[in-house]
């Protein structure tokens, strides 16, 4: 089977034996369908997706560093790996077909399927890979009543070490605005990974009527570490309608910075989203 994909193309015989993979989204769906894999960065993964760190699994390394001998000895029949192991990748592309399946952000949707649909022929699991996401559509087209049925406004930030980002459409989780409907507070927000750094007082001014939050601390920073919840919820955020409506939500950071583009992650990312703004 031949794979284009925005770093090449990669001929990978189907049905793979030795799988190595380097993105949580595809090692998610992976694991959704049943599909084996031999070796992931064991330092980086969702809890949900903690069985990877047992020993029937070797270590890749880190997504930014490879471990290229051990991978070399694995003899892979196929690599996948997205952004933040493209620096890797034709040192990667050496020792196996190397398939980047990074999300396009601003295509979230078709990206997210075309990858799905990509394993599924190659996995021979088609049948299996469209029914999850004919069920995802379904989930995400009575997001889009809800959420398009009045005139409310929506905002997503993200906290790290008591400072906040946002994030509009076209961006890192611009899926809020561009597949679940949501109204932007703000068009003009710059699209960007770190998404545009914003103080609590530009939260105030714009006055969300639904306020998502990301807590990127409770994923990668570990111990000791300000809740998102009380470097929010401060007297500016306090007057603004999300706040005294009930309306902000905290969403897990494990399916939308840790993982995201998997037929787990996107199911459960539609369904918190919808729970919140109940």
């Known amino acids: 089977m031949v794979i284009s994909h925005q770093l090449g193309e990669a001929t990978v015989e189907k049905n793979p034996q030795t799988v190595v993979v380097f993105d949580n989204g595809t090692l998610d769906t992976l694991d959704k369908l049943g599909i084996e894999v031999a070796a992931v960065p064991q330092a980086s993964l969702p809890s949900y997706l903690s069985k990877y760190e047992g020993e029937q699994y070797v270590n890749a390394g880190t997504l930014f560093e490879p471990d290229f001998e051990t991978i070399y000895g694995l003899q892979p029949d196929v690599i996948f790996i997205s952004g933040r192991t493209s620096e890797a990748y034709e040192e990667l592309n050496e020792i196996a077909p190397t398939v980047f399946v990074g999300l396009d952000t601003a295509n979230y949707m078709e990206s997210f399927e075309h990858n799905a649909k990509m394993i599924g022929e190659l996995f021979g699991k088609e049948a299996e890979v469209e029914q999850e996401l004919e069920s995802i559509r379904a989930s995400i087209e009575k997001l889009q009543t809800v959420a398009g049925s009045d005139d409310k406004k929506a905002l997503m930030i993200l906290t790290t070490g008591g400072k906040i980002s946002a994030y ?26 770190h998404g545009q750094s914003v103080s609590f007082e530009y939260i105030a001014e714009k006055n969300p009527d639904y306020l998502f939050v990301i807590d990127r601390d409770a994923v ?32 897990d950071a494990e399916f939308w910075y840790l993982s995201g583009g998997g037929l787990i992650s996107v199911a459960e990312m539609v369904k918190e989203v919808a729970e919140g703004i109940q």
């Open 168 to 193: 509009g459409p076209g961006s890192r989780f611009g899926l809020l605005h561009d597949v679940m409907g949501f109204a932007p507070v703000d068009e003009n927000l710059e699209v960007s990974t």
């Open 220 to 251: 990668v920073s570990g111990e000791n570490v300000q809740p998102a919840q009380e470097v929010i919820e401060n007297d500016l955020v306090k007057n603004t309608n999300a706040y005294k409506d009930g309306n902000i939500v905290y969403v």
